[in-house]
């Protein structure tokens, strides 16, 4: 069936540091791809999404791009900031799917 | 405001002591779903329904009931809690043919 690895953490960095946050899926045909963050205490949110190859989501100075070839939609921020500490979590959609298939979430904290 | 609702937000119980996790959304959506947030296990899909009277076990229904009688809200029930429940739950909508859930906050269940 469908599923989503992601790079486990915790991820440590200094405010400024560059960040990539790995992912990988497995699926038949073309998923929608997603990244959500969980900031302490608070539900998921969609930071943002992809429906098909090459696109490229972002939002609040993430980026991740759909890649079919090598099946992953890594995370990036070019200069993290102390508010971006949250946990991040892969997710993707299939083609016939209802539910939100989820990777195992990876954890960031940044320090000043 | 657009909002998914869950109450209690925390609850520590006893095993064998049945308990309700109420979810209220005031969107008009017509899918809900419920996950359970564990430690290296990422989220996972409990039940989800895709319309009133209409509910669909996901993929750790075990322990678990649901109802849909109404639009707006998507009950979740532990007939006889087990500690193997304790976990951190959440619900979640979208509107028919979307790929974005909103997600509520959270209910941290404990039971002893």
């Known amino acids: 069936g469908d599923s989503v690895t992601q790079m486990e953490g915790p991820v440590t960095l200094s405010e400024e540091a560059f960040l990539t946050i790995n992912c990988t899926y497995t699926?038949?045909?073309?998923?929608?791809l997603f990244w959500y963050v969980q900031y302490p205490g608070e539900g998921l949110q969609l930071l943002l999404k992809?429906?098909?190859?090459?696109d490229k989501g972002s939002n609040k100075g993430f980026e991740a791009t759909y890649r079919k070839e090598t099946t992953s939609f890594h995370l990036e921020k070019g200069s993290v900031q102390v508010s971006d500490s949250a946990v991040y979590f892969c997710?993707?959609?299939?083609?016939?799917?209802?539910?939100?298939?989820f990777g195992k979430g990876t954890t960031l904290s940044v320090s000043s | 405001e657009a909002q998914v609702t869950q109450n209690p937000r925390y609850l520590i119980t006893v095993t064998g002591k049945k308990l309700t996790v109420t979810c209220s959304q005031n969107?008009?959506?017509?899918?809900m779903s419920w996950y359970r947030q564990d430690p290296g296990l990422g989220l996972r899909q409990i039940y989800y329904?895709?319309?009133?009277?209409?509910?669909d076990k996901g993929d750790v229904p075990e322990g678990y009931k649901v109802s849909r009688k109404e639009k707006r809200n998507f009950p979740l029930i532990l007939e006889s809690p087990s500690p193997n429940q304790t976990s951190l739950y959440f619900c979640?909508?979208?509107?028919?043919?979307?790929?974005?859930?909103?997600f509520g906050a959270g209910s941290r269940l404990t039971v002893l």
């Open positions: 979640a909508t979208s509107p028919p043919g979307a790929n974005v859930l909103t």
């Open positions: 699926a038949t045909g073309y998923p929608s």
């Open positions: 992809a429906t098909k190859a090459d």
């Open positions: 997710a993707l959609r299939g083609q016939a799917g209802t539910a939100l298939i």
């Open positions: 969107m008009n959506h017509e899918y």
């Open positions: 329904s895709m319309n009133v009277e209409v509910t």
